[in-house]
């Protein structure tokens, strides 16, 4: 798929999937605890759009969708983690988006098997998730959050890895399973002409009969312009003609 890195069709892709990230934030079940010992740690499946942006679009525009949902949400749906879960949430699936989109075009131009290349792509944005939410939480909670590091630390294997390695594989599984039947008519779309060569051929025909109308006309203008100076001038001579035979006439 040999497409500009934005154009039209792409940024109106891009719009669409991340209008459709917030509105599953919405939807009654699609956000819910999945470790009990942390039930302030919420599934959710907004990322779902935006790991099938970074597999059809590529990971800029997965990181772009990323941020624009992710700001939607901290002023919207979860507005009570404020900046801290902006912040966090571009931190895990933006490093998704950068691993898993900018491996899976590697693989796609070493012409690897689609479902290979997907799984394998997967596999390691989930663990680049995992590993950047470790060090995130490790440096940037105990500060927004107020919570004691070491605190922090006996939740981190039983509760902070499992859920975002859940999360991270769920969604990512999710996006990579839609992209298969999905992708090509992705394609299609980047790659359709707004314009099509047919359209430019009929367009140049219309011009160049226009252009060939505006000269025939110029030309007939132009002769019946000689053939009115011509007429006139045919008057003219008969009028100074009658003229010279009046004043013979006269003087005879």
Same mark, same amino acid.
């Given at each position: ?6 154009n ?10 991340s209008a ?5 934030l919405y939807?009654?079940?699609?956000r819910?605890?999945?470790i ?9 499946? *907004? ?6 942006t970074?597999?059809a ?27 801290? =879960? ?11 988006? &950068?691993?898993?989109?900018?491996l ?23 663990? *680049?998730?995992?590993v ?5 939480n490790?440096?940037?909670? %105990? &500060?927004?959050?107020?919570v004691?590091?070491s605190?922090l630390?006996k939740?981190m294997?039983?509760?902070i890895? %499992?859920f975002n390695l ?14 298969? %039947? ?8 980047l ?6 060569d ?6 140049s ?7 060939? =109308?505006?000269i ?21 001579d ?15």
């Amino acid at each position: 798929m040999k497409t500009k890195l934005f154009n039209t069709r792409k940024i109106t892709g891009m719009a669409i999937l991340s209008a459709l990230s917030i509105v599953l934030l919405y939807i009654p079940g699609l956000r819910f605890p999945i470790i009990t010992l942390t039930p302030f740690l919420e599934y959710d499946a *907004c990322d779902i759009p935006i790991m099938f942006t970074t597999f059809a679009y590529g990971p800029i525009s997965g990181l772009i969708v990323t941020f624009i949902v992710s700001v939607v949400q901290g002023v919207t749906v979860s507005s009570q983690s404020g900046f801290y =879960g902006i912040l966090m949430h571009i931190l895990a699936t933006g490093s998704f988006s &950068l691993s898993a989109g900018f491996l899976f075009a590697f693989l796609k131009k070493k012409k690897l098997n689609q479902i290979a290349s997907l799984a394998i792509s997967t596999l390691v944005g989930s663990i *680049c998730w995992l590993v950047i939410m470790v060090f995130a939480n490790m440096a940037i909670t %105990p &500060l927004f959050m107020k919570v004691p590091f070491s605190e922090l630390m006996k939740l981190m294997l039983p509760a902070i890895i %499992p859920f975002n390695l859940i999360k991270a594989s769920a969604n990512g599984v999710i996006g990579a399973i839609l992209y298969i %039947p999905l992708h090509k008519s992705v394609s299609k779309y980047l790659d359709k002409q707004v314009v099509t060569d047919e359209d430019l051929a009929a367009a140049s025909q219309v011009y160049d009969s226009t252009q060939n =109308g505006q000269i025939n006309n110029s030309q007939s203008f132009e002769n019946e312009q000689i053939l009115s100076n011509d007429s006139v001038s045919m008057k003219n001579d008969n009028i100074s003609n009658s003229n010279q035979d009046n004043t013979q006439n006269t003087q005879n």
